[in-house]
């Protein structure tokens, strides 16, 4: 029996030697935009990773709210919780996200969030491909 192993996707980096291109986001760093309760961190946005994805982490005071249902049609979305507890909106019902809970979204997967907690909590929010949320964000 043979391992079928799916091809990778096409180079999309071709020169002959590698480059220094990394770069880190330290954790003490302020927010890049902040509303009354609501911290955003844009950790790695449409911008910076050329499309990719947007990864940000949102820190949400006691009762600080969130979206209702929702979906987007050209992305999908993953939640992944650091701490606190998040409500979560799978499509079907709010259930609580406790850290180290995680939900994925596909394109046009109803969901939301909200902290109604009276503790904060804090997520990261994955959208693949990326697109510009601080629009909406700072909206």
Same mark, same amino acid.
């Given at each position: 029996?043979?391992?079928?192993?799916?091809?990778?996707?096409?180079?999309?980096?071709?020169?002959?030697?590698?480059?220094?291109?990394?770069?880190?986001?330290?954790?003490?760093?302020?927010?890049?935009?902040?509303?009354?309760?609501?911290?955003?961190?844009?950790?790695?946005?449409?911008?910076?990773?050329?499309?990719?994805?947007?990864?940000?982490?949102?820190?949400?005071?006691?009762?600080?709210?969130? #979206?209702?249902?929702?979906? *987007?049609?050209?992305?999908? +979305? &993953?939640?992944?919780?650091? @701490?606190?507890? =998040?409500?979560?909106?799978?499509?079907?019902?709010?259930?609580?996200?406790?850290?180290?809970?995680?939900?994925?979204? #596909?394109?046009?997967?109803? *969901?939301?969030?909200?902290? +109604? &907690?009276?503790?904060?909590? @804090?997520?990261? =929010?994955?959208?693949?491909?990326?697109?510009?949320?601080?629009?909406?964000?700072?909206?």
């Amino acid at each position: 029996m043979s391992l079928v192993v799916p091809p990778y996707p096409p180079p999309r980096y071709t020169a002959d030697e590698p480059q220094v291109s990394a770069w880190l986001k330290r954790a003490d760093q302020p927010p890049d935009y902040e509303t009354p309760g609501v911290k955003y961190h844009y950790l790695a946005n449409q911008q910076a990773t050329d499309g990719d994805y947007g990864l940000y982490r949102v820190d949400i005071g006691p009762a600080g709210g969130g #979206p209702g249902p929702h979906f *987007h049609r050209a992305m999908s +979305e &993953a939640f992944f919780v650091l @701490s606190g507890t =998040m409500k979560l909106y799978d499509g079907s019902e709010w259930v609580d996200g406790h850290p180290r809970d995680f939900l994925y979204v #596909p394109p046009g997967g109803v *969901h939301g969030f909200r902290n +109604e &907690a009276d503790e904060p909590a @804090s997520i990261l =929010m994955l959208f693949a491909p990326g697109a510009p949320r601080e629009a909406y964000f700072e909206g």
